[in-house]
């Protein structure tokens, strides 16, 4: 398969200008299988000018219905290289390969949506008391630099790029230095479809190295980024000194909450991919359960029996569930909780230690017995780890869910309807399923409270966050 392992800039591939290139390396085989251009600062400045260009010489103007063409055109393009997309996403980060095509479907999808929004976003016309006709328009910012993660790199690319370019804007994309060739194989995908030089940059480099050049440009309107918390607040202390515009997408803490009168054998099934789906490198991992102390030993035994059967292995095979993780560090990261989790006296149900001795594998791993205040209850882990806990009283396990700083998704399983819209009135998430785990429509808005970031991805809502609101009165 070819790989693209170059700079995307004005339409055509090019080396970093330094020369530099990053080493990517297989996390199933520990292999280094390919070099990829590394950006510097001057190749910022460059895909940045080149975004500028073509935003002033066409996209921004261009007729909402030939932008619909156009990005309908992506959709469909991408829909072909489908398979593509799945293998180079499992190549690079270890996905599954069944979770990398339905992921790649997404992306598809994603495209289609804000295709079709584009003739549907409108303004209002205002009734304004001295009369007169007032009325708003919603116009594109400019150049919007979306930096994204590894844990799930093409649909997240797509979710930033397709509704920032159907709003009029130009983009330079930044994807994670683990998982650059999806990001690339969309730049190129995209402008065989017909998008014009320039509309969309693929820009892989370290984020370290290249971040506050991007992030502090002049010329970048807004930054879209979904990543840590720690980089998200950096990013934000950045825009603010010229005031640019945000949305961050950052960690989270996510509760599952199982009240005795739910289907709980059925929660109980289910829940493990809640939290161990992609090895748990998943923002919304509902990596804290609150069970209703009356089921909590069958609910936990159930529970662990069903992890036992999640199929661990080769990301190439499509029965695949779970993957390596992404890298030797990310494992290390996780590891070191789980020493902490042993250190306070935490009791492993299953899990703990990696399968195999090839790849960066890790057991899913469920801690019963965690403290309030230890390490694995508080801290977002970003990998294979559950903590289980009892509760006795509804209002104090909702205090207990809010005391997160975190507060993107939440799952609640139960068959009474007024617990149902009381405790999802009460849960301080961004988004919240009932009897399901589902977090991501494309068609509803996606993000979080408190310190899981700022903003709102997908849906009519990211259209918004695009866009400037305009206000024009025209007097009589
Ligand atoms: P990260 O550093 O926040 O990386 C996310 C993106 O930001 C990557 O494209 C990264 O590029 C870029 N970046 C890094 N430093 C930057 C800077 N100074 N300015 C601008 N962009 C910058 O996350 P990570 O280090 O990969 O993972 C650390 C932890 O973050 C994880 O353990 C997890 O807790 C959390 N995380 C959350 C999500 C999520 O979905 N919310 C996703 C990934 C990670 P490089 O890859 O080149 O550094
Ligand atoms: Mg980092």
Known sequence: MQLPTQLFINGAWRDAASGRRAILVNPATEEAFAEVAAADNADVNAAVESAHQAWESGWRDLAPGKRTEILFNVARVLWENLERIAQLETLHIGKPIGDARDEAGLGARVFEYYAGAITKFCGQTIPVSRGGFDFTLREPMGVVACIVPWNFPFPIACWKAAPALAA???????????????????????????????????????????????????????????????????????????????SLELGGKSPNI?????????????????????????????????????????????????????????????????????????????????????????????????????????????LLDVGKE???????????????????????????????????????????????????????????????????????????????????????AAMEGYTELKNVYIAE
């Open 258 to 366: 199982v009240f005795a009168d739910a289907d709980w054998q059925r929660a109980a099934e289910t829940s493990p991919m809640s939290v161990f789906a992609n090895t748990g490198q998943d923002c919304c991992a509902r990596s804290r359960i609150f069970m209703e102390r009356s089921i909590y030993e069958p609910f936990v035994s159930k529970f662990v029996e069903s992890t036992r059967k999640l199929l661990v292995g080769d990301p190439t095979q499509p029965e695949t569930q779970l993957g390596p993780m992404v890298s030797a560090g990310q494992r290390a990261t996780v590891e070191e909780f789980l020493a902490d989790a042993r250190k306070q006296g935490s009791k492993f149900a299953c899990g703990g230690g990696r399968p195999g001795n090839k790849g960066y594998y890790l057991d899913a791993t469920v």
């Open 168 to 246: 009029g804007n130009c983009v330079v994309l930044k994807p994670a230095s683990l998982s650059p060739l999806t990001a690339l194989a969309l730049g190129e995908l995209a402008h065989a479809a017909g998008l014009p030089p320039g509309v969309l940059q693929v820009l892989p480099g370290s984020g370290s190295a290249i971040g506050d050049a991007l992030v502090t440009h002049p010329l970048v309107r807004k930054i879209s980024f979904t990543g840590s918390t720690e980089i998200g607040r950096r990013i934000m202390e950045l825009a603010s000194r010229d005031l640019k515009r945000i």
């Open 374 to 460: 230890d390490r694995c209850w508080r801290e977002e882990i970003f990998g294979p780890v559950v903590a289980i806990t009892p509760f006795d009283d509804e209002a104090q396990m909702i205090r207990e869910v809010n005391a997160s700083p975190y507060g993107l998704s939440a799952s609640l399983w139960t068959n009474d309807l007024r617990r149902a819209f009381r405790v999802s009135r009460a849960v301080q998430s961004g988004v919240l399923s009932v009897n399901s785990h589902s977090s991501v429509h494309v068609e509803a808005p996606f993000g979080g409270f408190k310190t899981s970031g700022i903003g709102r991805d997908l849906g009519m």
